[in-house]
């Protein structure tokens, strides 16, 4: 298996290494740590593998934000944790969809993923665990993949959190310690499977839900003059608590938690891509004084808007 790191868009290389097809190594668990370094970027890598299982934690240092393309000639199951800073990243199989994660959030895919590109700004700290699809459904059966994808919440559970630290931090070495590491991930997904889905407060009715969803465009269509809950609730024909009940069940966000999210989300699009000024992007996504939204972003992004737009 071929792995490589490059720039995006220029393309131009920055890390690659071949592996064997089922992480397969002569020693009990192989290791390896990188430190790359140029003026604009700091990455430091460690990895650890054996068969069936990579590990991988990534700390990234940055003057501006960048953007990566990670590809690998294999597909595994993935386990992605941010355990510091914002990554937001794109695969293949949703090209121009990009998801992003905070400080303690975490996200799985089932495989059919080979290629991420990824922005990433300031510092971050990711944890990545690949387990091969032979492994994956030997150890879980393979019904069991979309099962466990409906378990995992976003945010990192302390649990989940306490399980993530042994794993980057295991005790032992050798055979000792590839026995420990495996025994980690088998409490990962063991725990996956034990966590309580969300309370439901009840079943919707279609055409509730059809309503909930009209006020979700609404709230995406008009990010200057945002409706008031009644406003909202009153446009779409539906009371006040079944609209703040129902947006929370289906989105899982409140209402201005879901205005928030998006206006940060064009934000940065606006910045970053189209290179606009921070006072006009400011005025788009609804913030009459620039200062607040500058004030925002800096708390959602962990940096300043300003630094996005710079050529």
């Known amino acids: 298996m071929e792995v490589k790191l490059s720039t995006n868009p220029e393309g131009k290389i ?24 140029t003026d604009d970027f700091n990455f430091h890598i460690t990895q650890k593998w054996f068969s069936g ?3 991988s934690i990534f700390e990234i240092g940055l003057q501006r934000e960048e953007s990566f393309s990670f590809e690998s000639s294999q597909q595994h199951i993935g386990f992605l944790f941010c355990l510091s800073g914002t990554i937001n990243y794109c695969h ?31 510092k971050t700290r990711c944890l990545y665990i690949q387990l091969t699809q032979a492994y994956f459904c030997q150890l879980t059966g393979a019904e069991l993949a979309n099962d466990l ?18 794993i980057i931090y295991p005790r032992h070495e050798g055979r000792v310690k590839r026995l420990y590491l495996e025994a980690r991930i088998f409490e990962l997904i063991i725990a996956y499977f034990n966590q309580k889905p969300k309370k439901q407060t009840g079943i919707m009715k279609k055409d509730d839900v059809e309503k909930i969803i009209m006020a979700k465009r609404l709230v995406e269509y008009d990010l200057q003059n945002p409706n008031s809950l009644m406003e909202l609730s009153r446009k779409v024909g539906i009371n006040d608590f079944k609209l703040k ?14 205005l928030y999210k998006i206006r940060m989300e064009k934000a940065h699009y606006f910045l970053s891509k189209e290179k606009k000024t921070v006072n006009e992007v400011s005025f788009l996504v609804g913030y009459k004084n ?17 630094s996005l737009n710079k050529s």
Do not use: M
């Open 14 to 37: 920055i890390y690659e290494h071949t592996y064997p097809d089922n992480f397969d190594g002569a020693k009990d668990v192989e290791e390896i740590v990188t430190e790359l370094k």
């Open 53 to 55: 299982i990579h590990i």
């Open 92 to 122: 293949n199989r949703h090209q121009h969809h990009f998801l992003s994660l905070a400080k303690n959030e975490q996200d799985f895919n089932i495989g059919l993923i080979n290629s991420i590109k990824f922005n990433v700004a300031g």
């Open 149 to 166: 994808k409906k378990t995992i919440q976003k945010s990192i559970s302390p649990e989940i959190g306490l399980i993530l630290q042994q």
């Open 245 to 258: 009940r129902g947006f929370k069940e289906l989105t899982g966000y409140t209402v201005f938690g879901y």
């Open 290 to 306: 620039a200062q607040h939204f500058i004030t925002a972003f800096k708390k959602q992004y962990n940096i300043l808007p300003g």
